[in-house]
C-alpha cells in the first residue's frame, strides 16, 4: 500500500518489513533466537529497495524521443524537476532514523547485505547531486520558452538568441548537463518546440485554403524563424570558446548536427514545398486579370484565361485534400506535390508559348515592356525564361529603331527651333517648354534602356546590343548640347527685357472705344513662367534680375490682378451703360477718369506706392460698377416679374391640348393670377425705389423721370403681352380649321316644350355664351388695373385705360366675340332642325291614345266633329303604330349625339338624344301596354266569370226555392249572353300575344296558363249550364205556372179595386 500512495503521489516511498520495531529490540538486547528470520527479512527490504531505487534511477529524459513523441523542453525541465523531487525524497529515507538503524541491524547481524546497502546509499546522493546541478542551471530557460510558447510565432525571432545563449551558459557552467547526449535531447525538444508553434502559426487547416497572399507571407516568416534559428546554433556552436572562463576549457559541440535538426529539417523541407506551392499559385492565379492587347491580344488572353482555369482546377484539388499538409507521416502529400509539379511544368511551357506570342504582336519597344511587366515574376520561372531567350535580340532592334526615330524627331525640332516655331507642352512658356520637351526626349531613351538593365538576361552585352548603347550615349550627348544652348541663349536677353517692360504705364486706353486695358508685357509674364518651371527643376542657374522679379512676383501679381479687376469692371460700365442710365452715372465716371489719367500717362510698374492708389481706383470703379449692376439686376428681375405675365389667364383642363377650357376653377385661378400680378407690382416698385437709392439721384430729376418712364414703358409691355397672350389663346382655340381642338361644350337639354342649350346659346337672353365669353375677356384686361402707375405724371392711376385704348388689343377682342355669335347662331340652326320630333313631347299621349282606340287613327277637333261613326282598331292598326315608333326610335338612335361646330364648340346631346329615345319609348310602349291589359283583363275577367258561374251553378234548386232558381237562371242567362263573344276572343288573344312576342313583351306566366286552361273551363261550363237548364226546366214550369196564377189573381183584384173605384170614388 506504501509502494501504491507514492506512485499515487509521484514519489518513490520505501516500505520497511513488518516488525521492524521488535527487530530492532531484539537486536539491541542480542536476542539470536530469531536471528534467521530477522536477517531474511532485512535483506528482503534491501532487495526490494534496491530494485525500486534502480527503476527510477535507469529513467532517462530521452524515453520519449525513443518511443517516437515528439516532447517539448517543458517535459525535459519537468523531468528534472520530478526527479530531483524523488530522489530528495528516497534519500531522505535513506538517511532516516530507521534508514540508520536498518544499516546498523545490517552491520550487527553481519549480512552481506550490507555494502549493497551502502552502495544504494551512495548512488542516491550522487544522483540527486546530479539533479540538483541540471534543475539549477535549466530554471533559466523555464521563462524562456515560456515567452515563445506564449508570443505569436512570427514574433519570436528576438527571442532565439538569448534562449541559445542561455543553453551554451548552461553547457559551459553545469558539471552534469555537459554531455552531448543529454545536449542533443535538450535541443530536439527545442525543435520539437518551434516546430509546434510553426503548426499553430501556420493552422495547416488553413494554411492552402485561405488568402493566398496571407498564407505565403506567414510560410516565409515561418522559413525565415526556423533558418535563423539554425543559423544562431552554427554561430554559437563555433564561438563556444567564448564561454572559456576561469581558464576551463569549454567543449565542442562535435555531435552531428543531423542528430538535433533530422526532423526540423524535414519540416523545413515541408514548408519549403508549401511555399513553393503558394509561390507558384500566386504568380498564376494572376494569369486571371491578364489582358493582352495586340492583333491576337483578344486570342491569347483567352489562352490565359483557359491556362488559369485548368491551373486552378488542379490546385483546388490539390487544397480540398482533406490531410494535414505538415504532417511529415503524410506520404500522400508528396506524391500530390510531385503530381501537381507536373501540372505546373506543362502550365509553363504553355505559358511561355503565349509570352512568345504577345512578344511577337507587340508594335513597339514600350507595349513589349509592358507585356513583360504584366508577366512580373513568372519570367523568373525556369521553363518560362528559358522560352522568352529568344526574343531579348527582337527588343534590341527594336530600341536601335526607337533611337533612331527619337533622333529623327531631335533633328527636326532643331530645324523649328531655327524657324521659331518648335512645339512645347500645351500653356509651357518657350524656354521652359523647350527644356522639357529635351527632358522627356531623354526620358523616352532612358525608360527602356534601364528596363533593359533591369531584365535578368543581359540583352546588351550582345555586339549588337553594345552598338545600341552607343547610339543611345550620343543622343544624351546631344540632347543636353541643345538644353544648355537653348538655357544660355535665354539668360543673356532676360535683364534688358525685364527693364524695359517693368518703366512702362500701368494703364493703357483705346482712344475710339474709350476701353483701358493693363499694360503689364507679355515679356514680364512669360519671364515669370519661365521661372516657375525652371525653378521646380533645380537644374538651371536662375538669372538674378530674373529672380529678383520673380522674387516680388506675388506684388506683381496682385498689383495686375487688382487692375485686372478694376479694368475689367470699368469696361463692363462703358459697354453695358445704357442711354437712359448714362446721364445718372455720368459725374461718377468723369471723376473716375480724373483719376485713370495718372496711370495712363506717369505711373509705372517701378512707381513707388501705386497699391494705395490703386485700391482707391479699383473701390471706386468697383463701387460703380457694383451699384450699376445691382440696377440692372433690378431692372432683369422686373423683366423677370413681366415675363412671368406671359401666360394664358385661362387654359385647358390639366394644361392637355385635347380637353376643354378648365372654368371649374375660375375663381380660385383668377384669385392666384391676380394675387401674382399683384405681388409682382409691389416687387417692381419696390426694385424701381431701390434702383433711386442706387443711382444716388434725386426723385423729381429730370434723369430720374426719363429712368422711370423707361421703367414704365417695361410694364405697359408686359401688360400687353399678358393681355395679348391670353386673348391669342382664345384666338388660336376658336379658328376654324383642321388644326383646332374644341374648346368650349354646351349641353343640348330636353326641358319641355322645349330644347334648351346649357350655357344658353340664345342671343339675347342672359348668362348665354356671350356673356361668359365678355366676362372672362374682362377678367383679361382687368389684370392691368391691379397694378398702380410707376410714372407719377401720368392721369391714369393704372394701366387698364391704356390696354382697352390699344387698337391691336380692341381688335382681338372684336374678333373673339363675332366669332362667339357666328357659332351660336350656327348651333341655334341645329337645335331648329330637331324641331320635326317636337310632337313627341308635346302631344298628349293619353288623349292620342283615346281617339285610337274610337277611330284607329288620330282625327283633329274638325274630323271628330264631322265623324259619326265609331271604327275600333284591330290588331294590325296597332302594329302599324308600334311599327311607326319603333322605326322612329332607329332614327332617332342613329343621329349623332356630339355635333362640333367651327371647329370649336362642341354641343353635347346626348341627354336631349336619352330623352327623345325614352319618349319615344313611352309612345311604343302605351300601344303595347294596351294589349298586354286587353290579354290580362279579357283572361282575367273570364276566369272570374267561370268560377262565379260555376259557383252559382253548383247550387241545389228546390221546388219553392224561388230565389235560388231565379239566381241559377240569372247565371245561365249570363252564359248565354257572353257565349259569341267568349267564343269568338280566344283567336284574337292569340294573335295579340304572338304580336306580343314579337316586340320581345313576354306576358306572365300565369297568363300563359290562363290562355292554356280556360278554353277547356269555358266549354265546361257551358256544358254544365245546359245540364243544369235542364234540371231547372219543371222547376221553372211550375215557378211559370204559379206566376200565372199570382197574374190572374192580382188581374182579378184590380179588376174589383178598379170597380170599386169607379163605383165609390170621390170624384162621382
Not at 518551434?194 to 505565403?216: F, N, R, T
Request: charged share 25%; glycine share 4%; hydrophobic share 40%.
Amino acid at each position: 500500500m506504501l509502494v501504491m500512495s507514492g506512485k499515487v503521489q509521484g514519489k518513490t516511498l520505501l516500505p520497511y518489513c513488518a516488525g521492524f520495531e521488535s527487530m530492532e529490540q531484539s537486536a539491541l538486547e542480542a536476542d539470536y533466537r530469531g536471528e534467521k528470520s530477522i536477517i531474511h527479512s532485512l535483506e528482503s527490504t534491501v532487495i526490494e529497495w534496491s530494485h525500486q531505487i534502480r527503476a527510477m534511477l535507469i529513467k532517462d529524459s530521452a524515453e520519449a524521443l525513443f518511443e517516437g513523441k515528439n516532447p517539448t523542453p517543458h517535459t525535459e525541465l519537468l523531468f528534472w524537476k520530478n526527479r530531483y523531487a524523488d530522489l530528495e525524497c528516497i534519500y531522505s529515507q535513506l538517511t532516516s532514523h530507521k534508514g540508520n538503524k536498518m544499516e546498523t541491524l545490517l552491520d550487527a547481524v553481519e549480512s552481506s547485505y550490507s555494502p549493497a546497502f551502502q552502495n544504494i546509499r551512495r548512488e542516491v546522493s550522487a544522483a540527486l547531486e546530479e539533479a540538483t546541478d541540471i534543475c539549477i542551471f535549466l530554471t533559466p530557460l523555464q521563462h524562456l520558452f515560456e515567452d515563445i510558447e506564449n508570443k505569436d510565432f512570427s514574433d519570436i525571432k528576438s527571442l532565439l538568441g538569448p534562449m541559445m545563449h542561455t543553453v551554451c551558459l548552461v553547457w559551459a557552467n553545469s558539471g552534469h548537463y555537459n554531455t552531448p547526449a543529454r545536449l542533443i535531447v535538450l535541443l530536439q525538444k527545442i525543435c520539437n518546440l518551434l516546430i509546434q508553434q510553426a503548426m499553430g502559426y501556420l493552422a495547416p487547416d488553413e494554411l492552402l485554403k485561405g488568402e493566398l497572399s496571407e498564407s505565403l507571407l506567414k510560410v516565409k516568416t515561418c522559413l525565415e524563424i526556423l533558418e535563423l534559428f539554425r543559423s544562431i546554433f552554427e554561430e554559437r556552436r563555433a564561438n563556444l570558446g567564448q564561454y572559456q572562463h576561469n581558464g576551463s576549457l569549454v567543449k565542442p559541440w562535435d555531435f552531428p548536427p543531423n542528430l538535433v535538426f533530422f526532423r526540423l529539417d524535414c519540416f523545413v523541407n515541408r514548408v519549403k514545398s508549401i511555399e513553393d506551392i503558394l509561390q507558384t499559385a500566386v504568380d498564376f492565379l494572376k494569369l486571371e486579370k491578364l489582358e493582352i492587347g495586340g492583333i491576337r491580344g483578344r486570342a491569347l488572353s483567352q489562352q490565359l484565361q483557359l491556362l488559369h482555369q485548368v491551373f486552378f482546377d488542379h490546385f483546388k484539388i490539390l487544397t480540398d485534400k482533406p490531410y494535414d499538409c505538415l504532417d511529415l507521416n503524410n506520404k500522400e502529400f508528396e506524391k500530390d506535390v510531385w503530381d501537381f509539379q507536373l501540372i505546373v511544368d506543362d502550365t509553363e511551357r504553355r505559358l511561355g508559348a503565349i509570352l512568345c506570342q504577345a512578344l511577337d504582336d507587340a508594335s513597339g519597344l514600350e507595349q513589349a515592356f509592358k507585356v513583360l511587366d504584366m508577366f512580373g515574376g513568372l519570367l523568373e520561372r525556369p521553363l518560362v525564361s528559358q522560352d522568352v531567350l529568344d526574343r531579348y535580340p527582337r527588343l534590341v532592334s527594336m530600341f536601335d529603331k526607337d533611337l533612331d526615330s527619337c533622333k529623327l524627331l531631335y533633328h527636326e525640332h532643331i530645324i523649328a527651333n531655327e524657324l521659331g516655331s518648335a512645339p512645347v507642352n500645351r500653356n509651357m512658356p518657350a524656354v521652359a517648354g523647350g527644356l522639357r520637351w529635351a527632358q522627356e526626349l531623354q526620358q523616352r531613351i532612358q525608360t527602356p534602356f534601364f528596363k533593359f538593365r533591369q531584365l535578368s538576361y543581359p540583352c546588351l552585352d550582345s555586339a549588337h546590343g553594345v552598338w545600341v548603347i552607343q547610339k543611345y550615349e550620343e543622343l544624351m550627348q546631344l540632347t543636353d548640347r541643345y538644353y544648355a544652348t537653348l538655357y544660355e541663349t535665354w539668360t543673356r536677353t532676360v535683364d534688358s527685357n525685364c527693364q524695359h517692360n517693368l518703366s512702362l504705364p500701368l494703364i493703357f486706353r483705346d482712344k475710339s472705344t474709350r476701353l483701358i486695358s493693363v499694360n503689364f508685357s507679355t515679356q514680364l509674364s512669360s519671364v515669370l513662367r519661365e521661372v516657375k518651371y525652371l525653378e521646380g527643376s533645380q537644374r538651371e542657374v536662375i538669372p538674378e534680375t530674373a529672380m529678383q522679379i520673380y522674387s516680388t512676383r506675388w506684388q506683381l501679381w496682385q498689383l495686375v490682378g487688382s487692375l485686372d479687376v478694376m479694368t475689367g469692371r470699368y469696361n463692363r460700365v462703358i459697354q453695358s451703360v445704357l442711354n437712359v442710365e448714362n446721364p445718372l452715372v455720368g459725374r461718377q465716371l468723369e471723376d473716375i477718369d480724373t483719376q485713370l489719367q495718372k496711370a495712363e500717362e506717369s505711373l509705372s510698374w517701378n512707381s513707388q506706392g501705386i497699391w494705395q492708389y490703386i485700391q482707391e481706383l479699383r473701390d471706386s470703379v468697383c463701387d460703380l460698377e457694383s451699384r450699376l449692376q445691382r440696377t440692372k439686376d433690378n431692372v432683369e428681375e422686373i423683366q423677370n416679374c413681366i415675363k412671368s405675365w406671359e401666360t394664358p389667364l385661362y387654359d385647358r383642363k390639366d394644361r392637355k391640348k385635347d380637353t376643354l377650357l378648365s372654368l371649374d376653377d375660375r375663381v380660385e385661378r383668377l384669385e392666384r393670377f391676380y394675387c401674382m400680378i399683384r405681388s409682382s407690382g409691389e416687387k417692381i416698385h419696390f426694385l424701381v425705389k431701390r434702383n433711386l437709392e442706387l443711382f444716388m439721384s434725386e426723385p423729381s430729376s429730370d434723369e430720374w423721370k426719363s429712368y422711370v418712364e423707361y421703367i414704365d414703358d417695361m410694364v405697359i409691355d408686359g401688360f400687353y403681352n399678358c393681355i395679348e397672350c391670353s386673348l391669342k389663346f382664345f384666338l388660336d382655340n376658336t379658328e376654324n380649321n383642321d388644326d383646332t381642338v374644341p374648346l368650349f361644350e354646351t349641353q343640348l337639354y330636353l326641358k319641355v316644350p322645349d330644347l334648351v342649350f346649357v350655357p344658353s346659346l340664345e342671343v339675347g337672353e342672359r348668362q348665354n355664351l356671350f356673356e361668359l365669353l365678355e366676362s372672362l375677356i374682362n377678367d383679361i384686361f382687368r389684370v392691368s388695373s391691379l397694378v398702380p402707375r410707376l410714372s407719377q405724371h401720368s392721369s391714369f392711376p393704372h394701366y387698364q385705360a391704356e390696354m382697352e385704348g390699344m387698337t391691336d388689343l380692341a381688335d382681338m377682342r372684336v374678333l373673339i366675340m363675332e366669332r362667339v355669335k357666328s357659332v351660336m347662331t350656327t348651333c341655334c340652326v341645329f337645335r331648329n332642325s330637331l324641331e320635326c320630333y317636337r310632337y313627341l313631347y308635346v302631344d298628349d299621349r293619353k288623349e292620342f291614345l283615346h281617339h285610337f282606340l274610337r277611330y284607329s287613327s288620330v282625327l283633329t277637333s274638325q274630323e271628330v266633329a264631322t265623324q259619326s261613326e265609331e271604327r275600333p282598331p284591330t290588331l294590325d292598326d296597332f302594329k302599324q303604330q308600334v311599327d311607326r315608333y319603333e322605326k322612329l326610335y332607329d332614327e332617332v338612335q342613329s343621329l349623332e349625339p356630339v355635333h362640333v361646330f367651327h371647329r370649336w364648340m362642341i354641343v353635347n346631346g346626348r341627354s336631349m338624344k336619352i330623352a327623345l329615345l325614352n319618349i319615344i319609348k313611352k309612345w311604343s310602349f302605351m300601344f303595347k301596354q294596351h294589349l298586354i291589359d286587353h290579354v290580362t283583363n279579357s283572361l282575367s275577367d273570364l276566369e272570374n266569370f267561370i268560377i262565379i258561374t260555376e259557383t252559382g251553378l253548383d247550387q241545389q234548386v228546390k221546388e219553392g226555392d224561388y230565389e235560388t232558381l231565379v239566381d241559377v237562371m240569372g247565371h245561365l242567362l249570363s252564359v248565354k249572353d257572353r257565349q259569341h263573344t267568349t267564343d269568338l276572343i280566344f283567336e284574337p288573344l292569340q294573335q295579340s300575344i304572338a304580336l306580343l312576342k314579337e316586340y320581345e313583351q313576354e306576358l306572365p306566366d300565369a297568363v300563359h296558363k290562363q290562355f292554356e286552361e280556360l278554353p277547356e273551363k269555358w266549354n265546361n261550363i257551358k256544358k254544365k249550364a245546359t245540364l243544369v237548364k235542364q234540371q231547372v226546366a219543371p222547376l221553372q214550369a211550375i215557378e211559370v205556372a204559379s206566376l200565372r196564377r199570382k197574374c190572374a189573381s192580382f188581374e182579378v183584384e184590380q179588376h174589383t179595386f178598379r170597380e170599386h173605384f169607379r163605383n165609390n170614388g170621390p170624384f162621382r
